[in-house]
Antibody, heavy 118, light 111 residues
C-alpha cells in the first residue's frame, strides 16, 4: 500500500524558513516524480513544485520560485520542501503527492499545516 | 494562471445522480485530455477518482464517471450515497507558466 506521510509544518514568522518532509513507502520511490500541492484554509488546491525520480529536474509555481526548493533523498525514500522567505500568504496545508500516469496525482499524504504569522 | 471554474456546491438525494462541471480554456481543459478529479473528505487526503477525463483508477466505484465537451469537463456521481458527501476538485494539464491547474472546488451535499 502506498503511504505518504508529511511532517515539519508549524508556526513560523514572516521571513522565516521551514523544511517539510514526506516519507514514502509501499512503492519504488525513485521511479516516480513527486509533487507538493498546497491548500490555504478554506481555499482550493494549488500546485507548488515537482521533482523527477532521480532529482535532476525540478519546476515551481511562479508564486514560490526563488523562495522554495524541492529535493529528495531516494536512499531514505523522502521528499523535501525547503521554504525560505515565508509570507503570510504561504499559510496552507502542504500535501505531497505521487505523480500519476497522466498529468495527475495518484496518491496523496494527509498534509502538514504551515502557518506564517507574527 | 486562473483556477478552473466549478460550482461552489451541488446537492442531491440518495440514489439520485449529480453532475459537477469544471470550466477552463483551450489552454487547459479544452486542449488536452488530461483532466482529473479528486475527492476530499474534511481533514483527509485527496483521492484520485478520475484521470484522463474519463478513466477510473482501480478500486474507484463505477458510480463515478467523467466526460468532457469543449472547454468544460464534468464529473457525474450516480446512485448518490451518504459517503459521497465531500469536496471535489478537478485538475488539468495547462500550457501556462505552471503545468497544473486545479478547479475552485465543489462541495457535494447528500440531502
Amino acid at each position: 500500500e502506498v503511504q505518504l506521510v508529511e511532517s515539519g509544518g508549524g508556526l513560523v514568522q514572516p521571513g522565516g524558513s521551514l523544511r517539510l518532509s514526506c516519507a514514502a513507502s509501499g512503492f519504488t520511490f525513485s521511479n516516480y516524480w513527486m509533487h507538493w500541492v498546497r491548500q490555504a484554509p478554506g481555499k482550493g488546491m494549488v500546485w507548488v513544485s515537482r521533482i523527477s525520480g532521480d532529482g535532476s529536474t525540478t519546476s515551481y509555481a511562479d508564486s514560490v520560485k526563488g523562495r522554495f526548493t524541492i529535493s529528495r533523498d531516494n536512499a531514505k525514500n523522502t521528499l523535501y520542501l525547503q521554504m525560505n522567505s515565508l509570507r503570510a500568504e504561504d499559510t496552507a496545508v502542504f500535501y505531497c503527492a505521487r505523480d500519476g500516469s497522466s498529468w495527475d496525482f495518484d496518491s496523496w499524504g494527509q498534509g502538514t499545516l504551515v502557518t506564517v504569522s507574527s | 494562471q486562473s483556477a478552473l471554474t466549478q460550482p461552489a456546491s451541488v446537492s442531491g438525494s440518495p440514489g439520485q445522480s449529480i453532475t459537477i462541471s469544471c470550466t477552463g480554456t483551450s489552454s487547459d481543459v479544452g486542449g488536452y485530455n488530461y483532466v482529473s478529479w479528486y475527492q476530499q473528505h474534511p481533514g483527509k487526503a485527496p483521492k484520485l477518482m478520475i484521470y484522463d477525463v474519463s478513466n477510473r483508477p482501480s478500486g474507484v466505484s463505477n458510480r463515478f464517471s467523467g466526460s468532457k465537451s469543449g472547454n468544460t469537463a464534468s464529473l457525474t456521481i450516480s446512485g448518490l450515497q451518504a459517503e459521497d458527501e465531500a469536496d471535489y476538485y478537478c485538475s488539468s494539464y495547462t500550457t501556462s507558466n505552471t503545468p497544473y491547474v486545479f478547479g475552485t472546488g465543489t462541495k457535494v451535499t447528500v440531502l
